[in-house]
């Protein structure tokens, strides 16, 4: 099985504090090669709503399948972020197919989809709970995105 071609460099985890509230009109200035980067602005928003709450986990882990975005090890939980328009997220303006080279993106979100399939599906195999937050419902609803994970979260620390 091929890798993605994209090579995944070693990216820095940065300091959760350092985000705030300011960088929230960045956004909409996002070109596709900054959403595709492995450390979005979803990403580490939802990070530090995480850390708020109080919460312990990893980042960019590699060795795991489809190496999920947020592990918390001590709550048998991965979270994934998934950029809207690369991973295709259904029925949302921000997966849009390209107008040009359609049939290009096709086939490049096809094999996405199903790699991204094949890791929830490893995962749970071996245990893990997966979840999937898409980067518009961070930007909508952040709450809501971080009650999702407590809510896990906290099903399985009850007896
Ligand atoms: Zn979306």
Partial sequence: MRN??????EISVESVSAID???VSAHRSWN?????????LPERK?????????????????TLPGKPDIVLSRHGLVVF?????WHQ??????????????????EKFEKTRS????????LESLGWRVIVIWECEIERTEELALRRVLEVVTAR???
Avoid: Y
Avoid at 89 to 106: G, I, N, S, V, Y
């Fill in 157 to 159: 620390k009850a007896p």
């Fill in 21 to 23: 509230g300011s960088s």
């Fill in 115 to 122: 790699r991204d399939q094949r890791a929830v599906f490893e």
């Fill in 81 to 85: 972020v998934h950029g809207c328009f």
């Fill in 89 to 106: 997220h259904q029925d949302c303006d921000l997966a849009k197919l390209p107008k040009t080279r359609t049939e290009f993106w096709r």
């Fill in 46 to 62: 939802l990070r530090s709503l995480l850390h708020r709450a109080g919460l312990r986990f990893r980042v960019n882990n590699t």
């Fill in 4 to 9: 993605s071609k994209s090579a995944r460099n």
């Fill in 32 to 40: 596709m090669s900054r959403i595709r980067s492995r450390d979005t």
